[in-house]
């Protein structure tokens, strides 16, 4: 069983940055990919940005050039850098491994969450 757990999440002003990390209980570079997703109450959760085990970078278009996905395979861990934060980013954030690139993906693992409020 892998075991995922997010942290990094908190309360910004509009504008402002987070970056928040998944550390990951095994070889990261195992999976076939590894995402980053948010959800708010009523709604479905929603597909923000992802990396493959090859590298391949994915972003949903509402993130694009203020959220960038990396990852420090030494430390079996992904973060999200998340800039210039908009009020419409509140969310919890999930972490999760990606066993199949299809449509839709097949998740095998999500983590707990962490919350990210954007509020003036």
């Known amino acids: 069983q892998v075991r995922l757990v997010e942290s990094g999440g908190g309360i910004v002003q509009p504008g402002g940055s987070l970056r928040l990390s998944c550390a990951a209980s095994?070889?990261?570079?195992?999976?076939?990919?590894m995402g980053w997703y948010r959800q708010v109450p009523g709604k479905e959760r929603e597909f923000v940005a992802a990396?493959?085990?090859?590298?391949?970078?994915y972003y949903e278009d509402p993130v694009k050039g203020r959220f960038t996905i990396s990852r420090d395979t030494a430390k079996n861990t992904m973060y999200l850098q998340m800039n210039n934060l908009k009020l419409e980013d509140t969310a919890m954030y999930y972490c999760?491994?990606?066993?199949?690139?299809?449509?839709?993906?097949?998740?095998?693992?999500w983590g707990q969450g962490t919350q990210v409020t954007v509020s003036s």
């Open positions: 095994e070889n990261i570079l195992s999976f076939n990919a």
């Open positions: 990396i493959s085990s090859g590298g391949t970078l």
């Open positions: 999760a491994v990606i066993g199949k690139l299809t449509e839709p993906p097949r998740y095998d693992y």
